[in-house]
T-cell receptor, first 113, second 113 residues
Framework: GENVEQHPSTLSVQEGDSAVIKCTYS??????FPWYKQELGKRPQLIID?????GEKKDQRIAVTLNKTAKHFSLHITETQPEDSAVYFC????????????FGSGTRLSIRP | DTAVSQTPKYLVTQMGNDKSIKCEQN?????MYWYKQDSKKFLKIMFS???????INETVPNRFSPKSPDKAHLNLHINSLELGDSAVYFC????????????FGPGTRLTVL
């Protein structure tokens, strides 16, 4: 069945360094790839998303890249700050009525001061 | 203004009981969802409604029954609660099905004793 794999499961980086989280998906019909951030005890919130008609999208310190051929997409956070510490989830879905919304297993990002 | 709200925030109950969680959104969205997040933080979709019609129904025990009285509300009723039902349940809404930003509620932490 459809699957989204996310790596790494935990990531610790020095404040100011960059962090990269990677996801691969199995359903070639997937055309929407959001990233959600969930702080401890809070709800998931969208931080950035990308659709299959573009290869890269940036929003200040956050960027997402998509490789449709390889079926993987990545989240890049530059100049990390303490408030970036959270669990990050990728997801994949499509407009197809048979499509499921599948989330990755999450990456716990810790920023070391 | 709260965009997506859920009640109650915490729910502690005995095995075998029946309980309900309520969700309301004031964003004017057509689609609402229920997710289950287990202790390992896996986020899995359970149900999705579009304009009060059930669209996505994942492999969930039939003890779980969603009800959508109108587009702004999606409630979750759980019969004969089991220990394994303990989790955080999130309601969410989006304008379009599957390929749009999802706005999550604050979550309901269900503990079955």
């Amino acid at each position: 069945g459809e699957n989204v794999e996310q790596h790494p499961s935990t990531l610790s980086v020095q404040e100011g360094d960059s962090a990269v989280i990677k996801c691969t998906y199995s359903d070639s019909a997937s055309n929407y790839f959001p990233w959600y951030k969930q702080e401890l005890g809070k709800r998931p919130q969208l931080i950035i998303d990308i659709r299959s008609n573009v290869g890269e999208k940036k929003d200040q310190r956050i960027a997402v890249t998509l490789n449709k051929t390889a079926k993987h997409f990545s989240l890049h956070i530059t100049e990390t700050q303490p408030e970036d510490s959270a669990v990050y989830f990728c997801a994949a879905s499509s407009d197809s009525s048979a499509s499921k919304i599948i989330f990755g297993s999450g990456t716990r990002l810790s920023i070391r001061p | 203004d709260t965009a997506v709200s859920q009640t109650p925030k915490y729910l502690v109950t005995q095995m075998g009981n029946d309980k309900s969680i309520k969700c309301e959104q004031n964003l004017g969205h057509d689609t609402m969802y229920w997710y289950k997040q287990d202790s390992k933080k896996f986020l899995k979709i359970m149900f999705s409604y579009n304009n009060k019609e059930l669209i996505i129904n994942e492999t969930v025990p039939n003890r779980f029954s969603p009800k959508s009285p109108d587009k702004a509300h999606l409630n979750l009723h759980i019969n004969s609660l089991e220990l394994g039902d303990s989790a955080v349940y999130f309601c969410a809404s989006s304008q379009r099905i599957r390929t749009d930003t999802q706005y999550f509620g604050p979550g309901t932490r269900l503990t079955v004793l």
